[in-house]
């Protein structure tokens, strides 16, 4: 524990020569510990020189080193693929384009919803029969607590109060979470009493979204709630 938490500091305060220096020793003990500190970070803002030396110890005869350094290469990789996604994704898609990338079996999450997002920014009447279409049809608890979130922000009517409802029943936490916030972005009395149902329920980030979607729509019964509670 005192030899990884050493490494924690030393990588933080250390060139990647090195990291470098470190992964190109005879220390296997060394190796791991910056390793494994590597993996806890998440930025790998590392040269393509560290990158390459990771890579090449994926093959590692050390068991730990082997798994440590795919952890990492993986991360590092698909990082790089999520990167090139965005740069892809640039600003001259039309939406036929966009919905073609989302309907794409093939797509991943991650560019899914930047598709997604581009869609929503244009604010495009036309585009909202298509999103509900495949909302209705998605299978993907991320991609749909997007959307009925940004539903309701982009477009607050009753007719997306309708829409948004039936997945305040979702078995996922973030779906219920993100539901009522696009709800909250729609301030009707309907929307009050759905959301006033909700502050006593069991699960503490759906009961906070509750409360903070409550206090955006009318702060008086927010409090009077609160205090109830």
Same mark, same amino acid.
């Given at each position: 524990?005192?030899?990884?938490?050493? @490494?924690?500091?030393? $990588?933080?305060? &250390?060139?990647?020569?090195?990291?470098?220096?470190? *992964?190109?020793?005879?220390? %296997?003990?060394?190796?791991?510990?910056?390793?494994?500190?590597?993996?806890?970070?998440?930025n790998y803002d590392l040269?393509?020189?560290?990158?390459?030396?990771?890579?090449?110890?994926?093959?590692?005869?050390?068991?730990?080193?082997? @798994?440590?350094?795919? $952890?990492?290469? &993986?991360?590092?990789?698909?990082?790089?693929?999520? *990167?090139?996604?965005?740069? %892809?994704?640039?600003?001259?898609?039309?939406?036929?384009?966009?919905f073609k990338i989302v309907e794409e079996p093939s797509s991943t999450q991650h560019k899914t919803l930047k598709a997604l997002e581009r869609i929503f920014q244009k604010k495009e009447p036309n585009s909202y029969g298509q999103i509900v279409n495949f909302l209705r049809k998605c299978q993907n608890k991320v991609i749909i607590s997007f959307l009925v979130k940004n539903l309701g922000i982009f477009y607050p009517s009753e007719k997306t109060l309708v829409i948004i409802f039936p997945y305040l029943k979702s078995d996922d936490e973030r779906v219920i979470a993100n539901a009522i916030e696009g709800i909250a972005s729609i301030p009707t009395k309907k929307s009050v009493e759905v959301i006033t149902q909700l502050l006593n329920h069991k699960n503490h980030r759906i009961k906070a979204n509750a409360t903070k979607a409550l206090a955006k729509q009318n702060p008086e019964t927010a409090k009077s709630a609160i205090l109830d509670m």
């Open positions: 524990m005192v030899l990884r938490m050493t @490494f924690e500091k030393e $990588k933080k305060m &250390s060139s990647p020569q090195k990291i470098l220096d470190i *992964l190109n020793s005879q220390n %296997n003990q060394a190796k791991i510990a910056i390793l494994q500190s590597l993996a806890q970070d998440d040269p393509n020189i560290v990158v390459k030396k990771i890579e090449n110890m994926t093959q590692d005869s050390d068991v730990a080193i082997c @798994f440590w350094a795919k $952890k990492i290469y &993986s991360a590092i990789r698909n990082k790089g693929q999520q *990167l090139e996604e965005t740069l %892809n994704l640039n600003d001259s898609l039309t939406l036929t384009e966009l």
